[in-house]
Structure formats: structure tokens, C-alpha cells
């Protein structure tokens, strides 16, 4: 006597036995699967400690709005303090790469800090972010595969704005005052080359050294017969500069005109009306009237009680094009040259600040707007007043004859009004 299984339940054994085989198989290799993880280098402490702190917001903003997972997989975030010191920031970025083993680099602020670890990115063959240096050889005269930069060059907005300043503002001569170091020397460049081939003289540059808090010494030089005053300074120097400006005599006669970061948004709130008026052009303002980034700030002032900065911003965008980059990859950062490869191949239509892409040096093509201080509801805010688009980083220069010139420096370009 013989028994015979009915078909239809031989093919549901047979399924089962595969599922389990699959389930049996699958799951440790879904089990291996680590963690994403990222090293964020900030000056947390120090006088740029505001700009670290809205940096690590603006990241950790975006990864809480995707559960803190990239491409599906979860994020691990190491934060480092590097107190804006250069030889603190090698360290960390050290100890991520030899110790964390983290699968990239993102942060750090300062432009001679992204010329030090620009080095490191190749020895480790790291890929590194830099959402915030704006060195401008980082991505010209000595661009790494390694290394992307998601902010702008310090010549980016001033090259766009040395023209508005010469035609719509109608100045014509010029003083500078700034940090003495490389970003100061950028901006200062890329502003004075358009405003002079627009018709425009500088007729003096004053540089003080980073760090410093008392500006008086160098603001009673400042010439009073200039149209206005091109100021440049940055961290401890940017927070003290409008009510000294003010107390120097100067506000009121000399407009003060000059480089983003003496009125972004991070120290903006911090000032009262001795800042109204100051115009100075950035690829972000936190007054842009679009509907993305009215969320986008209505969200951050929710979560962290202020405005985001362009620190915020450009930090917030870093967090979703490293996402986007890594859905290319499927997930699979640790291919690390395939990752960087899709990460130079991302746009982002709709970021906060506007479409932006990257070019074929690694830095970003994007809006630059002119903006004024100005008091609304009660605030102080860059209102926009005028729209750049597309901006490159080599403006309407071929690159290649650009690259020929000597980088921005503090005698580059010759101060031929002074």
C-alpha cells in the first residue's frame, strides 16, 4: 500500500524549505552590515564656536529627518572639537581614519585648516567633505580626488559683487580692512579684481591677525575719503565689528560693504542696529522667499531656537548629497572610489540655498545673492536684493586661463591705488 502526497503540498514544503534556506543565509550578512560611519571634524570651543555649533546642527538636522539611516543603511556620527587649530584638526582626522575607521570625512571651518588636511584626504585615501572651507585652491591649483567642497571658494561671491558694487552701487574707491590670513586674502581678491576691471579702486588694505578683538587700532586708519569700506574679518573679529565700527565714528559715513561672514547668521542676532545696511553677497541667505527653505528654516528655528546660518545650511545639504551619493553606490560607501565618483555626479535642484551641482574641479555651481541687513518682525535678516544664478567658481574667466594667475594673496592683486 502506497501513499501519495497531493501536489499542491508538495509545493508548499518546497517553498518553505527555500524560504528558510534564504532567511538561514541572508540574515548574517544583513547582520554584517555596520553602521555608516561618518567623521565630523567642528570648532566647537574657541571663537568660532557658534559657527561648530550651527555646522554639527544643520548635519545631525537632516540625518533626524531620515532616522539616521543613509541609503537605508544606519549612521554612526563621531563629532571632534579641533578649536579651529590646525595641528588639532590632523590629529582627529587621524584618529578617524586609523582608529575609527570611519568610511569619510565631513566639517571643519577655517580655510588654512582645508589646506593642512587636504594632505591627509590622499595619505588615507579618505573621502572627505569640506561643506564650509572655502580655500580657493582646494578646488583649483591643487584639487584631490579625495576631497569635495560643498560651500564656495572665498573669491566666489566676492568676483560677482566687485561688479554690483562698481555699476549698480556706484562706488568707486574703496579701503579693506580684513583677517590676515588665507580666506581674507581671497575674498579681498576676488572682489578687488572685478570692482578694479570694472572701473573701481581700492585705495587701501589694512589686515589684522586672526584672533584679534580690538579692531580700533586698525579702524582709525581706515581712509574717510573712500566711498566705503570693504570689510573682511572672521570669528572673535566678526563679533565685535559693528558696535567698534560704530564707536569709531565710522557708521554713518563709510557704508560698509564686504565678505558674507561679518553678517551670517550664526552672529547676526548677536547685533543690533549698528549692523543695518551691510551688504555683502553669499549663495545663502536665511531670508530666501522659496518655499524649501522657508521649511527648512521654520524647521531649524523649531529644533534649535534661531535662524540657521549658511553654516547650517550648507551642512544640512552635505548630509543629504552624501545620501544621495551613496543610493548610487547602493548603499556601498566603503567602494570608495566608486563613491566619490557618484557623489561629483550629484545635483541638487531644490537645496535650501537653490539648485546647486558641482563642476569639474569639485566645487559647486550655484546662486549667489546679494544681501542686505535689514530689521523684519523684529529681527535682523540678510534680505535678498539681488540674484546672481550659476555662479562658478571662475565667474566669466576661462578656467584655464584663470588657473594660469598666482592663487589670491595678500599682494595678489597688487594694490596698484593705494
Known sequence: MSMRTPRGFSIIVLVLALLAISVTVLAPVEAQKKPIKIGFLAPLTGGAAQIGRDMVNGFEMYLEETGHQIAGRKVEVIVEDTAGNPGTAITKFRKFAESDRVDMVVG???????????????????????????????????????????GWTGSQPSHPFGEYVAKTLGYKRVAVFGTDYAFGY????????TFEEAGGQVIQKLWAPLGTTDLAPYLSQIKREADAAFI?????????????????????????IGGAVIV????????????????????????????VNKRFVAEYRKRFGKIPSYFSETCYTSGRWINEAARVVGGNVEDREKFMAAFRKVEIPDAPRGPVKLDAWGNPIQNIYVRKVERKGGELQNTVIHTFPAVSQFWTYKPDEFLKQPLYNRDQPPCRFC
Open 232 to 256: 573682511i574679518v572672521v570669528a572673535a573679529s566678526a563679533l565685535r565689528f559693528p558696535a567698534q565700527y560704530q564707536d569709531a565714528g565710522l557708521r554713518g559715513r563709510l557704508p560698509v
Open 264 to 291: 551670517d547668521e550664526s552672529i547676526l542676532p548677536s547685533f543690533g542696529d549698528e549692523a543695518l545696511g551691510i551688504v555683502t553677497p553669499l549663495m545663502y541667505s536665511a531670508a530666501l522667499d522659496t518655499p
Open 186 to 193: 581671497e575674498v579681498v581678491g576676488g572682489f578687488q579684481r
Open 108 to 150: 571643519e571651518a577655517f580655510a588654512h585648516i582645508g589646506y593642512a588636511l587636504a594632505p591627509k584626504a590622499e595619505e588615507f585615501r579618505m573621502p572627505t567633505i569640506f561643506p564650509v572651507i572655502a580655500a580657493d585652491d582646494l578646488t583649483q591649483r591643487k584639487t584631490s580626488k579625495w576631497v569635495v567642497r560643498l
